[in-house]
């Protein structure tokens, strides 16, 4: 299923005719105000010094020499005295009448709206004033023969200059604070990200509309009056930046107007301005080389690794930030979201073999290989080849593919293409979003949407470098809509980025719900986006994603991708005021996230996968559902984190896809994962390779226990042959993963791990465990878990299952979200004895509950608050005073222990 796009803002006679209540600001270009490509790449130029600022240096020079003069002449004559009132009139003079500060030049306050405006802080003016300042000097009295005295004079003048400096550079970090104050930043609390607006935090919800016509613009603004009736301040809009800088004058324009629009309908508001860069409409003629080539000889969007193009782009971007941040409008700016196709490529079509994409994997090759071309012909096992003649590799479909993983050495241009293919974008997003921070001062947010690993079913997407984006101080919001493959009623709606990853990075996720209501026209672009059936699910739907925001501590954006009204509802606001308050309260109360198991993630690791559907898609995107119906507190990350200090302690690591464990990884892992008891769990392969290559020792160095590769086409599939262990005890279907050839497959070559299960055909060991005295690890040779199989390693590793049924259920305490698979009970339990709050129904459910069953329809949602009295209470949470005769029984099925009756055998013995 095709990932979405989403269709650009265009020039519209009718809207700007429509936007007549609105002012506008209008430019005629001129010879004065026209910037080239050429000056608007170049670093600005420093703003020209008045000429007073020359003069005041030269005459200081003068005062320096006249001084050594008086000096010479003083040691050539008898020293004097002054007098006491002299020295009494220099002491006490004071510095604002012997210092004055030369008057700003007129000339620089006429500035015009498209003129580049500078807003760096001139900290050296107050200083150059105060060193330029004539001092009268007093009359110096006739010297007495015979007194020798050194005049101070000079040290106290250099006294006084000091604390001048001193007080003005006191005055400008006071402005700088207040300056910091006044924008918008992300702050961090509790390990937790904030959206920070004049020191205040803010709540994460934001409305987002699409107005690409009259009628889409009524409806859009409408929609964002009920927002802001609800409390929901924050609006993304589109805004199409062409990428030509003699074109930019249109964005500035309709920025400013989408502002003014904004601020009509929602005096509180703030606007989030979702950038599109879009090429000019001569582009592919003029430099049809920096256009993407397909291997069939088809052409789409300009390519990412064109330099020509992406420089231009951050010209164009320049322009727009120093113009809007130049007018008063400005301060209503919440960032600039910046997009261009959701930075993926359109990997149906094969790779981009254009002029620009080979010369930039040459040059990128150049850097991977230290330019050394003995390196680069072992690694890639050819003798011939060198960086000039290297290119990009030919595609191969996935089912032309022999084995599931590229071969050693001769599949080395392909994993190398793959890695330049996502770091080239990435360096891309890097660099326009530090384009944004340093044109704006850095109070503006920056936004990206990238780092879908979890739902892009190959690897030459583009998306597999989020690590070096979320390393980027110059990024603070990192975005991602609902799954498109699980989002319909009764599936988990799963996230396709690795949040915990992001929250660790100091990022503030936010997850984009486009959910297409029943009510949606059926003939909108977006095909690949299902339709709700009725209005109950839709609402349902919705609730399951807000709730999915809330658990994983994310902002959430209510969209309405084509301007048709889809969120166009009371229900929908209401729902939104009563999570903006829980939320509120949360933020204030909220501890740094613990989960008990740590999902890992590998993004080098997919660049070495040859067959997506066969090991990509079973390894990562099929184990989401797994996930969210195991009923545990999960989080995921990149394998990349474990060498951060700030990565959490957990119970439980599974390694989803550890083809590929780098040194520094592997050193972490030593350090910090092999100790405390904790339990590791590998699927498929472990540590094949290194940022080296092939690694055979790697799997007993890693996890401790030997793999071997089964014969050739051989299949997995297996079947559970001790039923003893915690870890299988309860399977209730003895039979795990799926019968199928798969080239390699691993088994356990180890005497000293016990063996849980057995391929089918073949009767090699694919699962085993072995207890390593201060941690254990368990290897499972298959592709995927199934349900009964992850709550059997939760239970081997002292995790707390929270539901013995299917649902999905997501938890993050104090919350808990659940929704429905099916018509019936959710079995819940609890880790100890806790109060149980409906916030969906507004209603106690248990006290002192242990366990709860829950009655349920099929795709219905809810949201929990589960713990102690008092953590309710401070969420603002109207529960009522503890009471006996609250007991858990009366809310909804049985909880807690059952009370033993009294009578029998035993108690007939006692009374007699």
């Known amino acids: 299923m095709p990932p979405r796009r989403r269709r650009s803002a265009p020039e519209s006679a009718e809207l700007a005719a429509e936007s007549s209540q609105t002012p506008e600001v209008t430019s005629q270009p001129d010879d004065s105000t026209a910037v080239s490509p050429e000056e608007a790449l170049s670093e600005p130029a420093p703003a020209e010094q008045p000429a007073t600022t020359t003069r005041r240096r030269r005459s200081s020079t003068r005062r320096r020499t006249k001084r050594k003069e008086t ?95 001193e007080t003005v550079a006191e005055e400008e970090s006071v402005e700088q604070r207040r300056r910091k104050r006044e924008g918008v930043r992300l702050g961090i609390r509790q390990g937790h990200p904030e959206i920070i607006i004049d020191g205040e935090p803010v709540v994460p919800l934001f409305f987002f509309g699409n107005i690409d016509s009259a009628a889409a613009e009524r409806r859009v603004c409408e929609q964002i009056r009920q927002a802001a009736s609800a409390g929901v301040h924050l609006h993304s809009l589109l805004l199409e930046l062409p990428v030509s800088v003699a074109m930019v004058s249109y964005s500035v324009n309709e920025a400013l107007r989408l502002l003014h629009l904004v601020r009509q309908y929602d005096p509180q508001g703030y606007v989030m301005f979702r950038v599109v860069f879009s090429p000019p409409p001569d582009w592919q003629k003029m430099y049809p080389e920096a256009m993407t080539t397909y291997a069939d000889g088809s052409t789409g969007e300009p390519s990412f690794a064109s330099d020509r193009y992406w420089q231009e782009a951050e010209a164009a971007l320049t322009l727009l930030v120093r113009q809007l941040e130049a007018t008063e409008e400005s301060r209503y700016i919440l960032g600039y979201h910046l997009d261009c196709r959701e930075w993926f490529y359109e990997y149906q079509r094969g790779y981009d073999y254009s002029p620009a ?61 793959l890695r330049f293919a996502s770091e080239t974008i990435a360096r891309r997003i890097v660099a326009l979003s530090r384009t944004v921070k340093k044109n704006c001062e850095n109070r503006r947010l920056v936004a990206v949407s990238y780092g879908y690993i979890m739902d892009f079913p190959v690897p030459h997407s583009g998306h597999l470098a989020l690590s070096e984006v979320l390393s980027a101080q110059s990024i603070d919001l990192i975005c991602a809509p609902v799954s498109y493959r699980d989002r319909r009623p009764a599936q988990p709606g799963s996230v396709p980025v690795p949040v915990a990853s992001v929250r660790l990075h100091g990022k503030l996720f936010v997850l984009e719900d486009d959910t297409k209501p029943h009510n949606a026209h059926t003939d909108t672009p977006d095909d690949y986006n299902p339709r709700c059936p009725d209005a109950e699910s839709t609402h349902h739907v919705r609730l399951r994603n807000a709730t999915t925001a809330l658990v994983h501590h994310a902002g959430i954006s209510w969209m309405d991708l084509w301007g ?54 079973p390894l990562l995107i099929q184990q989401q559902e797994v996930l969210a119906r195991a009923g545990m507190h999960y989080g995921i990350y990149l394998q ?120 089918i055909q073949t009767g090699l060991p694919s699962i085993a465990v072995r207890d390593m005295g201060t941690w254990r690890s368990v290897f499972i040779g298959e592709r995927q878990l199934n349900i009964d199989l992850l709550r059997g390693l939760c239970r081997y590793a002292g995790v707390h299952v929270w539901s013995q049924s299917s649902d999905v259920v997501r938890v993050a305490p104090p919350f808990l979200a659940i929704h429905s698979v099916g018509d ?33 329809r099929m795709g219905q949602s809810g949201l929990y608050a589960v713990g102690a009295y008092e953590q309710l209470t401070a969420l603002g949470i109207p529960l009522p005073e503890r009471s006996v005769e609250a007991t858990s029984e009366s809310a909804s099925g049985t909880t807690g222990k059952k009370r033993r009756r009294r009578g029998g055998k035993k108690h007939r013995k006692r009374k007699e």
């Open 824 to 856: 019936g009970v959710v079995h819940l339990q609890f880790p100890q004895r806790q109060f149980v709050y409906d916030l969906t129904e507004e209603r106690l459910l248990a006290e002192d509950a242990g366990n709860l069953r829950l009655n349920m």
């Open 640 to 759: 990349s984190d474990l060498v951060r200090k700030a990565f959490p302690d957990a119970k439980m690591y599974l390694f989803l896809n550890p083809i590929q464990v780098d040194s520094d990884v592997r050193e972490a892992i030593r350090e910090r994962l092999q100790r405390d008891g904790k339990t590791l769990v590998w699927l498929y392969a472990v540590a094949l390779y290194d940022e080296n290559g092939y690694t055979p020792d790697g799997p007993r160095d890693v996890a401790g226990i030997a793999i071997k590769a089964q014969p050739w086409n051989s299949e997995t599939g297996s079947i559970i042959s001790n039923d003893r262990h915690p870890i299988s005890e309860r399977l209730r279907n003895r039979q795990v993963g799926v019968r199928e050839r798969i080239n390699p497959s691993f088994y356990v070559l180890d005497e000293k791990a016990v063996v849980l299960g057995e391929y």
């Open 357 to 417: 994409a080979q010369e930039a994997f040459r040059q990128w090759l150049r850097g991977r290989y230290k330019n050394d071309v003995v390196a680069l012909r072992a690694a890639w096992h050819d003798g011939s080849v060198t960086f000039t003649s290297a290119s990009v590799p030919t595609y191969r479909s996935d089912s032309a593919s022999a084995t599931v993983l590229y071969e050693y050495r001769k599949g080395q241009r392909y994993v190398d293409y």
């Open 564 to 617: 048709e009204g889809w969120v166009s509802s009371s229900e929908i606001w209401q729902q939104a005021q009563k999570l903006s308050t829980l939320y509120l309260a949360h933020i204030r109360q909220r501890l740094p996230e613990a989960p008990e198991v740590a999902v890992i993630v590998d993004e080098r690791s997919l660049t070495r996968i040859q067959a997506p559907r066969a090991l990509l898609e």
């Open 71 to 165: 000096a010479a002449e003083a040691a050539a004559e008898p020293s004097v005295e002054p007098s006491d009132e002299v020295a009494e009139a220099v002491t006490e003079a004071p510095i604002e009448e012997t210092l004055a500060p030369t008057p700003p030049d007129e000339a620089v306050e006429q500035e015009t709206l498209l003129e580049p405006v500078s807003h760096e802080v001139e900290v050296a003016e107050p200083e150059m004033a105060l060193l330029g300042a004539e001092v009268a000097e007093p009359e110096t009295p006739q010297p007495v023969p015979g007194e020798v005295v050194t005049p101070p004079a000079r040290r106290r003048r250099r006294t006084r200059r000091t604390a001048a400096v």
